[in-house]
């Protein structure tokens, strides 16, 4: 199903899915420009963001991006990663690190939750989500190409799997299955099984 359908009720969640964003890995170049620095990040649909880094107290850079008239500071950060580093955008409303900023209404830089964005598998309902973990799992052991109706004790172990960690894992599927058929069966669909 097509997310945004909703089998005919109104749709009032708003997806993170085609909002321009502004991820932190694209100013990595903000961060070791100098301070002044200018210029615009442009999306494929066209609009355009102006950005000027500047220095702030309390903060290594700040770039300061500006849309339709509305300026909005984003501190970017630098953390130590295992073996390299990780860059971070601060959130101007609630101040966390974020690894994305998106525009709401006022065209505002902030992060999702923020701007009341969700992700589109927060409005699965349980059965669908029941579903995708299935899915995941089958194609982690077998690859594609699994029905969803077939069962997995079909399927044979993988010649690279060890056996004890492939009976675990196809008893988890075989419980997921379970969950999923079982619900099918008090929802509508339980008249075909």
């Known amino acids: 199903m097509a997310r945004g359908y909703h089998m005919g009720h109104a749709q009032f969640r708003r997806y993170i899915d085609g909002q321009p964003r502004i991820k932190a890995t694209d100013c990595k170049s903000l961060y070791n420009s100098d301070v002044g620095a200018q210029g615009y990040f442009t999306w494929p649909g ?16 700040v770039a300061e991006f500006s849309y339709k008239g509305v300026k909005t500071p984003a501190p970017i950060l630098k953390t130590k990663q295992y073996l390299g580093e990780r860059y971070w955008l601060v959130c101007g409303a609630c101040l966390k690190r974020r690894t994305a900023l998106y525009f709401n209404f006022y065209n505002q830089i902030i992060c999702r939750e923020c701007a009341g964005l969700h ?11 029941i579903e995708r973990k299935i899915r995941k799992k089958r194609l982690k052991l077998w690859g594609p190409g699994q029905s969803l109706l077939d069962s997995s004790q079909r399927y044979s172990k993988p010649k690279w799997k060890r056996w004890h960690t492939f009976e675990k894992e196809k008893q988890e599927v075989a419980r997921l299955e379970y969950q999923w058929i079982e619900m099918l069966r008090e929802s509508d669909f339980g008249l075909f099984f």
């Open 46 to 61: 066209g609009r355009q963001v102006y950005y000027k880094v500047r220095h702030a107290e309390g903060w290594d850079r």
């Open 119 to 129: 992700y589109a598998c927060q409005s699965e309902r349980p059965a669908v989500r």
